[in-house]
């Protein structure tokens, strides 16, 4: 173990050393003697310190301890975050493909995933997975799980499940596969021609799956498109470019400017796509990072459409992942990105627990719009000139705070995320559903009362139509939930419920929708209780006239 991470430090040791012949202007700091003060303290507590050490902790503590002093994004990821977020990014895993989750001890299949092995092998939703491999499921905790269904393509998993009216124990032998991981997607908005495309992440089949979902949504009638980037916290920027491309014509989208100018690069929108004349909002909030920021903010700069919700979170800084020898990586923020009007978004991080929690942000309130928020930075401004030099964490950190404008002359703000045209903010709910979503409570009363929508799909078939108009979550439903709320110790008050209700009740059709059918259907019910929806599907007309009154100027 030691030789190992001696390797990795004489490693190191080699990149700092050609950095100081190739670079040796980077830095003002003796890289050499600090370098040797590292190796000092290293060796004496190798050879010295009371105890035996793990040498590998200690270099990924030095790893993470740098890190700490720069930025907030630029982080070290361990083998297995490495592993996990790669899936992510790459769009796919392998294994047996089920949603699955923990019911009083007992692994439960929520759904098998559309196209994968388990649905080809029979597995049902409601399914109890009692063994795997031989190996006695029951008590196995949630993080256990895909130790045990993933692994490499064209390797054999055997389950022994209970199911419900099935007489002893059902064996299967799955064999896994690569397993899709979807980050977009799609559904018309019920009796519009509106179509909605929901993006969670930029992973690398981000843009792809977006044209798919686009040309099958317009098969479906779609002549307008709201863009959903919301709770999406970015990734890879190259996706975010294709993205915005399909949306404008030619023109910057984006340009990161680094402290080395070779890595510099701008991005530069090309005419012809697809989506470049359709009618467009964009939803964002405080999730929206990064990638996100970089659509929603060429699409506002160059007047293509209009942007709605809450403040998105303000990350404008572009990392570049670097592998190291043992599968971990770190990630090193390079350089700033601009949008196409000059504005960087980035908040200011001094303070990264404030940065964290969102503190010193530019809030309106509902129905504002970019005027309003020049007038409140106006005010704050005045606030701040007046306040003698006392900090005031609720004040808007107003150093950062700049405006710029649009290809038509509309200002937009800058330092502090993307600001809407128009500020729509969700629906307030209650502790109420908060403890019934944070402890799985609507999950588990569906598995057990619901019997985890078998009786949906015998009653429905395929006709999610015929659903979506029909089905009621009942009085007598919500009264098992409240019995199951209260085995766990969850106060059910009335006048919360009675305030929650339409969340709650449309939140168990949504579950059952994605457990009968899929995530986008499930989506669609979810947007028939979604405010920022609806009211970006009223704002239309907003947005084009924003869009032509760029043209107008172009012309």
Known sequence: MKTKYFKVLALIAFGVFAGLIIYPLVSSDNIYNQWEKYKTVFSLIVKDYVDTVDTGKLTEGAIRGMLSDLDPHSVYMSPKQMKAESEQMEGSFEGIGVEFDIYSDTLTVISPIKGGPSEAAGIMPGDKIIKV????????????????????????????????????????????????????????????DIGILSVNRFAGTTHEEMLKAARELKQQGMQRLILD??????????????????????????????RRTDKNQTFIARKGNELENIPLVVLIDAGSASASEIVSGSIQDLDRGLIVGTNSFGKGLVQSQIPLTDGSAIRLTLARYYTASGRCIQRPYEDKEDYRRLVGRLELEEGSNLEHALDKIKKEEASKNSSKGKKDTTKINMDSIEVFHTRSGRPVIGGGGITPDYIVKYDSITMLSRYLYGRRVIDEFIAKSLNNGKDVKEKYGDDFNKFIKEFEVTNSMIKDLKELAASKDIEWDEDKYRNDEPYIKNDIKAQLARIVWDMNRSQQVRSMQDRQIRKASELFPVAEKIRNQNKAKKN
């Open 133 to 192: 491999n031989d190996g006695n499921a029951v008590g196995i905790t949630r993080d256990s799980v895909p130790k045990l269904l993933r692994g490499p393509k064209g390797t054999l998993v055997k389950l022994d499940i209970y199911r419900k009216g099935e007489k002893g124990l059902l064996k299967f032998d799955i064999i896994r596969d690569k397993i899709p991981l979807y980050s977009v997607y799609s559904y018309m908005l019920p009796n519009t």
């Open 229 to 258: 980037l919301r709770g999406n916290g970015g990734g890879l920027l190259p996706q975010a470019y294709y993205m915005a491309d399909e949306f404008l014509e030619r023109d910057t989208i984006v340009y990161t400017v680094a």
